[in-house]
């Protein structure tokens, strides 16, 4: 007969918390996937035809905002005050910006180090949360951290030159 403060040690897949994200995590594997293979599609379009950043970044752009803007209805919902609109503003040219020299980034140094470079600031998050965080679940966190620092190594070696990734590899096909 078990306590009632034990816990049994049949929680496996049965469980619904578990069960209920499981598409969630196959949703996200997936995303990330498409992210990695249109850096590389995009990087090869923009190196093959030596197209203007701005101008596909604004091309790319464009229509999903008129998507967004058809989809969300901001016109029908309440109007910004004037101390938003400043900060909208600025925001979105910080935006702009960024997209802008993301993608000469990515012209310049290839998509590995692009990417890469976007996930720098996670690998500082992690080693943050190591050094200073709670003290609850250090090896959790500890195994992450040396988890992303071995996928930076591998992915420096095997994948350094773009010809050698499968995600070239792949976009070749399309």
């Known amino acids: 007969m078990m306590s009632p403060n034990q816990i049994p040690d049949n929680r496996g897949p049965s469980h619904p918390a578990n069960f209920r994200q499981t598409p969630l995590q196959v949703i996200h594997i997936i995303g990330n996937l498409m992210r990695i293979w249109s850096v590389y599609s995009m990087y090869r379009y923009l190196s093959q035809t030596g197209a203007s950043v701005v101008l596909f970044i604004f091309s790319c752009l464009v229509p999903s905002s008129i998507l967004f803007l058809l989809l969300q209805k901001p016109s029908k919902g ?31 140094c290839g998509p590995l180090r692009a990417i890469l470079a976007e996930y720098s600031g996670a690998v500082l998050g992690v080693l943050s949360a190591v050094l200073y965080g709670r003290r609850g679940s250090v090896w959790k966190k500890v195994g992450g ?24 590899i792949l976009s070749e096909l399309s």
């Open 78 to 108: 309440r109007a910004l005050s004037n101390t938003q609109v400043v900060p909208s503003v600025i925001n979105g040219g910080i935006t702009a910006l960024y997209f802008i020299l993301w993608g000469k980034g990515l012209k310049s």
């Open 145 to 168: 951290l040396f988890a992303m620092l071995a996928s930076f190594y591998f992915l420096s070696e095997g994948w350094a030159m773009a010809t050698q990734s499968p995600f070239y």
